[in-house]
């Protein structure tokens, strides 16, 4: 009767025992629980799968192996060597010995446990490599060295480094392991510890053989010579040396298996001795032979390593189509040159994107929750013409609600989304000097047909980072219409049910939510809708992929659908430069890139669609094998969404900074760094910064239509003068087309720090802009944007005012500069004018002031300017200031009288 209570309470905390532990697993496994549910949501369960199970496959074997390994060579340490460490460690007693050689014995079993844990863990980071080296793709490209395709160094080579690394770590810890029982059992001298770590001794020998044959690809990686890759001394002193120490360890290993049947000491000290000699002396080696040989005769004996390096760096960028052409400089530009080219200077653009952003949050946010994240740039056809916009969406950022209003059901049930966005073209501005709006207001008016949106509300987008459950019993905020709110309820795809309890309490322990599992308001037909961010979002789906920093959305068919470029890469691929110029983002650390894929995410139903643009690129190629089902074909994009196209421009960039030293194909030329170019600086509100890439729509000289293209100008190293600009081409056929104008090196091209000089050095400007930043003002300056046209340039600066007591920048003044005059106007189409001389330059009308103080040092500015126009015989600038005086006195005048 007595021991019914014993096994009732065994019982019951074997049960408590149980659902502790499926509690644990169920808590640490949770994440993969509800991204199994997510991904199936999507229809991309195959691919999670497939990641999921070589990461447990890779665990599994790894954990397997080193438990294994660690295990039977413990156990080959006799028993008697345990016991005479225990006694060693807790004394003589016949009791102890018993209990500590138990003790002992589990110890060694937890620590195998303990390493075979993280040994395991380390394997299951490295599925990448092991999937795509299962599925590589060849590239048809040999290295000059070993002659191998590149593929062995981008797919082989990885899980082959990783391999030898990581055995070497389990064989040495296994090594330290054993030698350390028998150190302290006083043991290490007898012949049974002589036999037994000769055994994984030997295998590390032959392991660190095994790795420095790999070390001899390495080189092809090499950054110690006069170009990346490797150099004469690499291969003429550094790859022999490898050799040696590869024959030196593997005759160790041979001795050390040997000396378990022969012991030879002796030998085991020479080869150790040598081994460690060639260890520490043998880098003198390569030093002595770049000093003695190379440098006296360095560009004859690097030539051919320097040509292995030009030609694998340009195919590594997509270098090798550039097209170069030579820009032949026609002289001035005419009215009628510029009638000819309306096209292109109705799409110049005069809004920069970081004052046009503050001034989009100040007239087209609405409310408070709504936020601008950026401002993109893009072209629509309207009105029969190609015209270049700005857009930007409006999001949704329930961090911007009163503290009172963030509360769990307004952040996760009410507030769920963004409401539409605001478009206007570049090149027009209003009488105010703000943006004239094409799609504007809640809910979005557009002025052209091809702009309307009939579904605007924004689920997914760059800010939207929060989780939100729809289809509950509350209503969605859907916009705000004057004193009262319109409410809705998704109709999309997208989310996951909430089902019941097994999932709210999965959600609710992965997002920290209590009110997940016990809200009212949730029901089984509830779904949850998360990675709402973009980046979130297709970098779950796609992690070997890298993602441009700007997604852009596109109007298509009444909807919003985001645009994202994504790349395969590597920094892997043999002889290729991933050397980063000042004004190349280091964070990447790459030397092969390819704009091989286009995402699309559409803003409310968050549909997904990863789509191939580039299939010849070796890298999708053994992606699309590795996940078949993530993947689409490029041709079944959307006719509208592929006329929206843009060159990336964070590849442009890397291209951009590559080519100024590629460009250079003829070793000499290249060794000398002859013709180096760099990228050119502009003036902004802090000073100098590096010019950035921008999109224009502009005609080549060759060309008869207008294209939409991105361009950057270059300047030689060290000077300011320009010698050339790349472009990329994004429209139709040409879309990818990489090709430079260069100019002539006897003639003189303004680069744009020199334009942006003489717009400081001339005194109408520079005072016009002491003023402005004295009248409770700041000026701030736009891009400065360079436009080639009919073989001249035209170089165009937009100034923006924003007053100290507001933050909204208005565009009040565009500078021109062509040839050798420089204008500024209140508009493009008259400081045209003023640069070609077909109209007078004429003051800028200002409102005047009631400032006494002001209206003095503004009369004594044009005063001034009026003296400087007068000594440089410029009749029409001093007739203009002289105006300009004469009013700020009458003004004075008046303000005194009064």
């Known amino acids: 009767m007595e021991q019914r209570p014993k096994r009732t309470t065994i019982g019951c905390a074997i049960a408590i025992g149980a659902l502790v532990a499926l509690f644990i697993v169920f808590t640490s496994t949770v994440d993969i629980y509800t991204d199994w549910l997510w991904f199936a949501s999507l229809g991309q369960l195959s691919t999670y799968q497939t990641r999921l199970w070589t990461q447990v496959g890779l665990w ?9 390994v660690l295990l039977t060579n413990w156990f080959l340490i006799p028993r008697q060597i345990l016991d005479q460490l225990q006694l060693r460690l807790r004394g003589r007693q016949q009791k102890r010995r018993i209990v500590g050689s138990r003790v002992l014995t589990i110890t060694l079993y937890v620590v195998a446990a303990f390493i075979a844990l993280a040994m395991a863990s380390e394997a299951s980071r490295q599925w990448t490599i092991f999937l795509t080296f299962r599925h590589a793709a060849p590239f048809g490209l040999s290295d000059p060295i070993f002659g191998l395709d590149a593929s062995f160094y981008i797919f082989k080579l990885p899980l082959y480094r990783f391999l030898v690394g990581w055995l070497l ?22 012949q049974t510890a002589t036999t037994h770590l000769s055994v994984p001794g030997a295998l590390f020998l032959a392991g660190k053989a095994v790795d420095y044959q790999l070390q001899r690809f390495a080189l092809l990686n090499s950054s110690q010579e006069t170009v990346f890759g490797a150099g004469y001394t690499d291969v003429h002193a550094r790859l022999p040396l490898l050799h040696l120490l590869t024959g030196v360890v ?58 292995h390096n030009i030609r694998f760096t340009r195919f590594a960028y997509g270098l090798e189509d550039v097209q170069e052409s030579d820009y032949h400089a026609t002289g001035e530009l005419t009215t009628a040159q510029l009638e000819a080219n309306a096209d292109i200077l109705d799409n110049v653009r005069l809004w920069d994107w970081r004052p046009l952003r503050t001034t989009y ?18 072209r629509y056809t309207l009105g029969g013409r190609l015209r270049e916009v700005t857009l930007a969406v409006r999001e949704l950022d329930v961090e911007q609600l009163r503290e009172d209003a963030r509360t769990w059901i307004n952040q996760h049930l009410i507030y769920t989304h963004g409401y539409g966005l605001c478009l206007s073209p570049v090149a027009e501005v209003s009488e105010e000097g703000l943006p004239h709006l094409l799609v504007r207001d809640i809910p979005p008016r557009s002025a052209d047909p091809a702009l309307t949106i009939t579904r605007p509300e924004i689920y997914f987008g760059e800010k939207t980072t929060n989780h939100v459950i729809v289809n509950t019993t509350e209503d969605e905020f859907d916009y705000p219409s004057g004193d009262q709110n319109v409410y809705t309820s998704y109709q999309g795809s997208d989310g996951v049910l909430m089902g019941g309890l097994l999932r709210r309490l999965a959600f609710a322990l992965r997002f920290d939510s209590i009110p997940i599992l016990i809200s009212n308001a949730i029901g089984p037909e509830s779904r949850i809708l998360f990675h709402r961010s973009l980046s979130d979002r297709v970098e779950t789906l796609a992690p070997m992929l890298r993602f441009d920093d700007d997604p852009y959305p596109v109007i298509v068919d009444g909807r919003i659908v985001w645009l994202y470029d994504a790349y395969t890469w590597s ?12 004004s190349r983002e280091p964070v990447w650390g790459l030397n092969y890139i390819r704009n091989s894929v286009k995402v699309t995410v559409d803003a409310y139903t968050g549909e997904t669609v990863f789509y191939v643009v580039d299939p010849s690129d070796p890298l999708i ?37 590559v080519y100024a030293a590629y460009h250079m194909q003829d070793p000499r030329v290249f060794y000398n760094q002859e013709d180096l170019w760099q990228t050119p600086k502009e003036m902004r509100e802090m000073g100098e910064d590096w010019m950035s890439p921008y999109y224009i729509i502009v005609r080549l000289p060759s060309a008869e239509h207008v294209e939409f293209m991105m361009i950057r100008p270059y300047v030689p190293a060290g000077k ?11 429209d139709g056929s040409g879309y990818g087309q990489l090709g430079v104008y260069k100019f002539s090196k006897e003639a003189l091209v303004y680069g744009p720090m020199q334009v942006e000089a003489r717009i400081d050095q001339d005194p109408y400007i520079s005072q016009q802009l002491t003023l402005w930043n004295q ?27 924003q007053a100290e007591s507001g933050q909204l920048p208005e565009l009040k003044r565009v500078l021109v500069a062509h040839s050798n005059r420089v204008a500024m106007a209140d508009d493009l189409a008259t400081g045209l004018a003023q640069v070609l001389g077909k109209a007078p330059v004429t003051a800028p009308t200002e409102p005047p002031s009631s400032d006494l103080g002001a209206l003095a040092r503004q009369a004594m500015a044009h005063y001034e300017v009026a003296q400087e126009c007068l000594q440089r015989g410029d009749w029409a600038c001093y007739g203009a200031e002289l105006e300009a005086l004469a009013a700020d006195l009458e003004a004075l005048v008046t303000a005194t009288e009064e």
């Not at 770590?169 to 007898?190: D, E, M, N, P, R």
């Not at 298996?257 to 260890?279: D, Y």
């Not at 094998?625 to 041709?635: H, N, Q, R, S, V």
């Not at 400065?784 to 923006?800: C, H, K, N, W």
């Open 361 to 378: 949050e100040q007239l087209q946010e609405i409310r408070t929750y709504y936020t601008f994240a950026d401002v993109d740039v893009d």
């Open 169 to 190: 770590v389990l064989i040495t810890v296994t090594l330290i392991g054993s030698g350390l029982v028998y150190l302290f059992a006083q043991q290490i001298q007898k």
């Open 60 to 68: 599994l074997a790894g954990a397997l192996l080193a438990t294994l």
């Open 775 to 801: 009248h409770g003002s700041s000026v701030i300056r736009g891009n400065l944007i360079v436009i080639p046209v009919d073989g001249s340039l035209l170089y165009i600066e937009p100034l923006y005012l």
């Open 621 to 657: 190629q053994t992606y699309q094998a590795i996940f078949p089902d993530l993947f689409t074909a490029g041709e079944e994009m959307d006719e509208t969404l592929h006329e929206h196209w843009r060159y990336p421009e964070q590849l442009f960039r890397v291209q951009a900074d």
């Open 250 to 307: 593997a005759l160790g290993a041979l001795l050390l298996i040997a000396n378990i049947f022969i012991r030879r000491w002796r030998l085991l000290l020479i080869v150790g001795t040598v081994w460690i000699a060639l260890s520490f002396l043998g880098p003198s080696y390569p030093a002595f032979v770049q000093r003695l040989t190379v440098q006296p005769n360095e560009l004859a004996l690097e030539r051919p390593y320097i040509e």
């Open 571 to 582: 920094n892997q691929f043999p002889y290729s430069d991933p050397g980063w110029m000042p």
């Open 720 to 730: 300011q003068n320009m010698i050339a600009w790349l472009y990329a081409d994004s």
